[in-house]
């Protein structure tokens, strides 16, 4: 029965793998690249949480988990720190941008709409909104790759206007280094955090709808009332964890317990000492 579960583990592995071979595939990058990621997933994983009295895991003991000798342990130990400094994924000013915007109630209408800004004028303006969330970038540097994404649009009297709240990237390796880190690794972590809670009542949502048994003449109906239910629900939750934020935002760095918070489809949690992708 072990062995049929082993099995079964692995089966559903395999789903999820082929996919994001597929994808990983498409922008040059191969098995040996792909190995040696996950070989450090796994020797990471098991040094920092089967370590005994808070200390690390010892290499022996990761050798014995992972399958990999104690050399190998030792090696992508000594590169690890390397790696991570490669694969950290941060919001990007642009993100930042269009979200406040969209949540910042200095940049919103009475109605929660976010207001139409000039570019350097008037009580608020959208040089305003980039200096605080934008970082380093110049606004005019950002206006031009807004309107280059078509994420706003630019009137006859200057007025910048924003035309949707999450920057699309057209660069096949942006999407897919957006798509794990924004998507799969949070479900990733959701499931994880299913797996070892006991409790129902302190599982994560992780909610699915499906049916095989769609017309294939009403499933175009079907995908595009999907989206746009989604898209919905996606920017309720988005002004929601926005109006937290502003509640919290003398505090938002100063607790070292604070964790990203987020919702997909499932809800999810990040230590904040994870990564500094939902920074």
Do not use: C
């Amino acid at each position: 029965m072990k062995i049929d579960v082993h099995v079964q583990i692995l089966g559903a592995l395999l789903v999820v793998l082929r996919p994001i071979a597929r994808a990983l595939l498409k922008v040059g990058i191969g098995y040996h690249e792909f190995a040696e990621a996950a070989r450090t997933a796994f020797v990471e994983t098991a040094t920092k949480d089967y370590g005994l009295r808070g200390r690390p895991t010892n290499i022996s003991r990761v050798a014995i988990m992972t399958g990999l000798t104690r050399k190998e342990v030792s090696r992508i130990r000594k590169k690890s720190q390397e790696i991570n400094d490669k694969l950290i994924v941060r919001s990007t000013p642009l993100s930042q941008v269009l979200h406040r915007w969209h949540t910042d109630k200095n940049f919103l209408s009475e109605s929660g709409t976010p207001t139409p800004l000039h570019f350097a004028s008037g009580a608020v303006s959208f040089t305003d909104l980039v200096r605080t969330y934008g970082g380093d970038v110049p606004p005019g540097a950002m206006r031009t790759e807004l309107k280059r994404i078509d994420a706003i649009e630019i009137l006859d009297d200057g007025m910048l206007v924003p035309l949707q709240r999450v920057p699309y990237s057209t660069d096949m390796r942006e999407k897919l280094v957006g798509g794990l880190a924004k998507i799969i690794y949070p479900a990733a972590l959701n499931l994880v955090h299913n797996m070892e809670s006991e409790l129902h009542s302190e599982r994560w949502t992780n909610l699915v709808a499906t049916s095989k048994y769609i017309n294939p003449t009403d499933q175009g109906r079907v995908k595009s009332i999907s989206a746009a239910r989604l898209e919905q629900v996606a920017e309720n939750l988005d002004d929601l964890l926005g109006a937290y934020e502003a509640l919290d935002e003398e505090s938002k760095d100063g607790d070292p317990k604070s964790r990203a918070i987020g919702v997909g489809v499932f809800y999810f949690e990040e230590d904040k000492g994870e990564t500094d992708i939902f920074a």
